[in-house]
T-cell receptor, first 117, second 113 residues
Framework: DAEITQSPRHKITETGRQVTLACHQTWNHNNMFWYRQDLGHGLRLIHYSYGVQDTNKGEVSDGYSVSRSNTEDLPLTLESAASSQTSVYFC????????????????FGPGTRLTVL | SQELEQSPQSLIVQEGKNLTINCTSSKTLYGLYWYKQKYGEGLIFLMMLQKGGEEKSHEKITAKLDEKKQQSSLHITASQPSHAGIYLCGADIEPSSASKIIFGSGTRLSIRP
């Protein structure tokens, strides 16, 4: 069955370190997204990609970067981890080639809980 | 997102009772999605609504879209412990923007035995 996986599931790191969170999907979806989920803020979009070599900034992109070298993977990198980046991170993917409607629903990975000390 | 408001923020209901969760957008809705999240897990897609007046069901969960009010309601009939979790609505508010969805802050549902 097609799926979307994230690794690691839990990560503890120190302030200033570079951290990379992996996201891998076997849906063959064009679109991939990274969100962070925090109490009181819900899900906020960090970065997204509509295809290989395409990346775009979301509403909370400062301090994060992504690269899309193939269809299946969209790794999220924290260049220099800060305590404010302690959060639960979710990766998602969708099929839609454009516009709202069927195929635009996103499928989510299980999440990565990141703690920055 | 403040563009998408959910109510109530939390809800405790007796097992077997019915309940309703609302999701209201401050902008035109081009698609409305309902998700369920259990603690420590990812979001599970429940259903999508697109047309005004549309109603869909998933097991004992029914969602409706009121296009005029820019609102969707999610109704659970005869609630069970398995319904407990966080329900999030998501919305397409930009018709030409492929795939971007904004999310509400969620409704935490607890079922009392």
């Amino acid at each position: 069955d097609a799926e979307i996986t994230q690794s690691p599931r839990h990560k503890i790191t120190e302030t200033g370190r570079q951290v990379t969170l992996a996201c891998h999907q076997t849906w063959n979806h064009n679109n991939m997204f990274w969100y962070r989920q925090d109490l009181g803020h819900g899900l906020r979009l960090i970065h997204y990609s509509y295809g290989v070599q395409d990346t775009n900034k979301g509403e909370v992109s400062d301090g994060y970067s992504v690269s899309r070298s193939n269809t299946e993977d969209l790794p999220l990198t924290l260049e220099s981890a800060a305590s404010s980046q302690t959060s639960v991170y979710f990766c998602a993917s969708s099929e839609s080639a454009g516009g709202a409607g069927p195929g635009n629903e996103q499928f989510f990975g299980p999440g990565t809980r990141l703690t920055v000390l | 997102s403040q563009e998408l408001e959910q109510s109530p923020q939390s809800l405790i209901v007796q097992e077997g009772k019915n309940l309703t969760i609302n999701c209201t957008s401050s902008k035109t809705l081009y698609g409305l999605y309902w998700y369920k999240q259990k603690y420590g897990e990812g979001l599970i897609f429940l259903m999508m609504l697109q047309k005004g007046g549309e109603e869909k069901s998933h097991e004992k969960i029914t969602a409706k879209l009121d296009e005029k009010k820019q609102q969707s309601s999610l109704h659970i009939t005869a609630s069970q412990p398995s319904h407990a979790g966080i329900y999030l609505c998501g919305a397409d508010i930009e018709p030409s923007s492929a795939s971007k969805i904004i999310f509400g802050s969620g409704t935490r549902l607890s079922i009392r035995p």
